[in-house]
């Protein structure tokens, strides 16, 4: 399984550092402009409400946080690039990872051998955990640097930690659902359409039900609002339910890559 997990882990390793490079790169593109906001709290803000309706001022948060912090502007357009665009990278991560051997047919030659489809799947688990592990990784430790550039009036480690953790969580929730829509596919077709339509959809989901009262329920089938970015920065901590949900729905997913996987017709 060892040699299994090599393989895939170098397989990979290209997608890893183009994507941990270009969410860095629009991370240090983004962080640059907050030096000019901090200067400018009560124009920023007088432009604000002149440029956008309150409902889309509530959708992101701007009505509940200073955006003049570097924390609080952090939550706006670059805590959405690393939730959003990670959770994409993850899906796309776990798909193909698992899709990889049916649709190259290498399935067989695995089978093949003395190797179970529960270790294949351990392994490419393994694999996905370590790629999303060191892309998080990565991105706090860009934050720290970036952070120590463009502020010098301090920050809430532990607060920044939070929220390096809450998209962290996401993506694996995402990058298992990737796992399971594969192992449920009869045909080892791609899963990616379906996948970017839910992680879009309960994107969307999330802002709407920020933005309007009678929209609320939405966010409860939302993954995005279980990390809220503001009710991070405003509570200091991650919402103990939302939590256990996250987990709940991880681990419901990783179990059902093993049992349906194991049934699954490999040669279609």
Known sequence: MLNMFLHEFKRNRLSLILWSVSIILLLALMMAIFPVVAEDREGLITTMKALMPEQLMEAFGLTRIDV????????????????????????????GILLKEGKDKTIEFLLSKPIKRHEIITSKLLVFL?????????????????????DDKGYDFGVL????????????????LGFLFVALKKKNTSVLAPGLGLIMVTFFFNKISNAAERFEFLKYVSPF??????????????????????????????????????????LL
């Open 161 to 176: 930690l939070l929220l390096v953790l809450g998209p962290f969580l996401i993506q694996i929730l995402f990058g298992a």
């Open 68 to 95: 003049t912090t570097v924390l609080g502007f952090y939550t706006m357009d670059p805590y959405i690039t690393v939730v959003l665009f990670g959770s994409i990278y993850a899906f796309m991560l776990g798909a």
């Open 225 to 266: 609002e279980y990390v809220d970015p503001t009710d991070i920065l405003i509570y200091e901590k991650l919402n103990t339910n939302y939590l256990i949900l996250i987990v709940a729905i991880i681990a419901a997913s990783i179990l059902g890559t093993y049992y349906f996987y194991q049934r699954k017709d490999m």
């Open 130 to 150: 370590s790629n999303i592990t060191i892309f998080n990784l990565l991105i706090g430790v860009t934050l720290v640097i970036l952070f120590a550039i463009f």
